[in-house]
């Protein structure tokens, strides 16, 4: 997608459009083991990354100023430190919002940018240490295990090579 055509806040607002998103993730969280949820969940998730739809995910570092109203576009060629929760077990989880107003909510100290889901899949897949990631945590929150993440990622993958081929 050639984000040159939008201004940046025109472009995230487009990206974080997740309130489809939020339905589902309901919906799932309600019953994740109803096949139905399962296979809405995954094309939601593959529509999300096809489209260039996104998350903000809380960041570290010096580099962004701390709160909702401060969160950039995560751009390839910045080197960024994801914060991480851990649950009662020891799993790592990234944390991701589909909004600014969900990522306000759970702890406007932090420092956020917006990345896209597919960047983030592919960031949770390959990071041995992450065991998945929490969106929305505290509120409507929902974990997606890496092995999920790992489905999507390799019908992502498979998608792209078959349009190479085509």
């Known amino acids: 997608m050639d984000t040159g055509k939008y201004s940046e806040k025109d472009f995230m607002n487009y990206m974080l459009d997740n309130l489809d998103l939020e339905r589902v993730m309901c919906l799932w969280n309600?019953?994740?083991?109803?096949?139905?949820?399962?296979?809405?969940?995954l094309e939601t998730l593959l529509t999300k990354c096809i489209e260039n739809r996104g998350l903000i995910v809380s960041?570290?570092?010096?580099?962004?100023?701390?709160g909702a109203d401060n969160?950039?576009?995560?751009?390839?060629?910045?080197?960024?430190?994801?914060?991480?929760?851990?649950?009662?077990?020891?799993?790592?989880?990234?944390?991701?919002?589909?909004?600014?107003?969900?990522?306000?909510?759970?702890?406007?100290?932090?420092?956020?940018?917006?990345?896209?889901?597919?960047?983030?899949?592919?960031?949770?897949?390959?990071?041995s240490e992450v065991d998945g990631i929490v969106i929305n945590c505290g509120t409507e929150e929902v974990i997606i295990e890496k092995n999920f993440i790992n489905a999507v990622v390799q019908v992502l993958e498979k998608k792209k090579l078959r349009e190479r081929n085509d």
């Not at 309600?30 to 969940?41: A, E, L, T």
């Open 59 to 66: 960041v570290s570092g010096d580099m962004i100023e701390a």
């Open 71 to 127: 969160i950039e576009l995560c751009t390839l060629e910045q080197h960024i430190d994801l914060n991480t929760v851990v649950d009662k077990d020891d799993h790592m989880y990234i944390l991701g919002f589909t909004t600014r107003e969900r990522f306000r909510t759970y702890n406007n100290d932090l420092a956020g940018m917006a990345m896209f889901l597919d960047d983030i899949f592919a960031l949770v897949d390959i990071k």
């Open 30 to 41: 309600g019953n994740k083991m109803d096949p139905v949820n399962n296979m809405m969940m």
